[in-house]
């Protein structure tokens, strides 16, 4: 099994930055961040393909960015502009199976982290 480290979260007031990062062990191919808050179903916010190709939600696109200079068994995920609604649980997720395009839905993976706390105030 993968086994999924996540670090990064926190509090930080609107308009702020955060950094998360996730590492893995064990192989990978897709690398993906969602999120969640209760009541609400979980939504993927970016996501990396093993061959580097990123996509974003249209929530977090322009102020998000998956930084492709780590290691490809870590996934870091640069927050910028953070609003209110960003608030949530962030979830680190990875998948053995080959995407050909990087996909944000969360049946296309198959190990999830524990989750770390965003809030925006």
């Known amino acids: 099994d993968v086994q999924l480290v996540e670090s990064g979260g926190g509090s930080v007031q609107a308009g702020g930055s955060l950094r998360l990062s996730c590492s893995a062990s064990?192989?990978?191919?897709?690398m993906a961040w969602f999120r969640q808050v209760p009541g609400k179903e979980r939504e993927g916010v970016a996501s990396?393909?093993?061959?580097?190709?990123?996509v974003y939600s249209d929530s977090v696109k322009g102020r998000f960015i998956i930084d492709n200079r780590t290691a490809k068994d870590t996934l870091a995920l640069q927050m910028n502009n953070l609003k209110p609604e960003d608030t949530a649980i962030y979830y680190c997720?990875?998948?053995?199976?080959?995407?050909?395009?990087?996909?944000?839905?969360?049946?296309?993976?198959?190990?999830w982290g524990q989750g770390t706390q965003v809030t925006v105030s």
């Open positions: 990396r393909n093993s061959v580097r190709e990123r």
């Open positions: 997720a990875t998948s053995h199976r080959f995407h050909s395009s990087p996909t944000l839905s969360p049946s296309d993976f198959d190990y």
């Open positions: 064990g192989f990978t191919s897709s």
